[in-house]
């Protein structure tokens, strides 16, 4: 069983509307939850990072929100944009003391329509 | 440079053939990290620097696979022997220390015919 599981799987909206991602993780204890945003054929970049004493952090559109009690995240996006197409994942950063490793969710595949 | 670069972009190669990738962190970044991306499949750790050093290559998935790092900057991934199933994206990502953000690479895109 994955450690990081993410849904839906794939989502298409069209331009404007609004949209929620969900992450759920058995990882535990953990230092921190974050959320990268992945276009195709490049690396990964960070959208946020959350302690687990945080319940939501925004960054423009997106806003995340955490709950360590049910180890549930989510990635909620506003007045969705063409540019907002591509792959969204879920990371979780166990609690190693010294070095982190982290864990990676298959990630969130979404595509704004026009 | 301004951001994580990898090399080369792009890697097909026949079965039973060695490949070297490389990657060239942010400068002064202490920490470099590779990760493999399977098609529809989320990134896998791999091995992590700290320096020259290696403290954690749990994530090498046999021993075909090393990495070293020179000069606390660049880093070469080595695959000796490639099978089909290597393929795959390797991702490259640096950080200022190990628990600060990670900065990805656009990733090698590796094909073993």
């Known amino acids: 069983k994955n450690q990081v599981e993410q849904s839906p799987q794939s989502l298409i909206i069209l331009e404007g509307k609004n949209c929620t991602l969900q992450c759920n993780y058995t990882v535990s204890p953990f230092s921190n939850l974050r959320w990268y945003k992945q276009d195709t054929g490049r690396g990964p970049v960070s959208l946020t990072i959350?302690?687990?004493?945080?319940n939501t952090k925004s960054n423009g559109r997106y806003t995340a929100t955490l709950d360590a009690d049910t180890k549930q995240s989510s990635l909620h996006i506003t007045a969705s944009q063409l540019s907002d197409s591509a792959s969204y994942i879920c990371?979780?950063?166990?609690?190693?003391?010294?070095?982190?490793?982290?864990?990676f969710g298959a990630g969130t595949r979404l595509a704004v329509h026009p | 440079g301004a951001g994580v670069s990898q090399s080369p972009s792009n890697k097909v190669t026949e079965k039973g053939k060695d490949v070297e990738l490389r990657c060239d962190p942010i400068s002064g970044h202490t920490a470099l990290y590779w990760y493999r991306q399977s098609l529809g499949q989320g990134l896998e750790f791999l091995i992590y620097f700290q320096g020259n050093s290696a403290p954690d290559k749990s994530g090498l998935p046999s021993d075909r696979f090393s990495a070293e790092r020179t000069g606390g900057s660049v880093s070469t991934l080595t695959i000796q022997r490639t099978q089909q199933e290597d393929s795959a994206v390797y991702l490259c990502?640096?950080?200022?220390?190990?628990?600060?953000?990670?900065?990805f690479g656009p990733g090698t895109r590796l094909l073993v015919l």
């Open positions: 959350m302690t687990f004493s945080e």
């Open positions: 990502a640096s950080s200022s220390r190990s628990v600060e953000t990670q900065y």
């Open positions: 990371v979780v950063i166990p609690y190693s003391g010294g070095y982190n490793k982290l864990i």
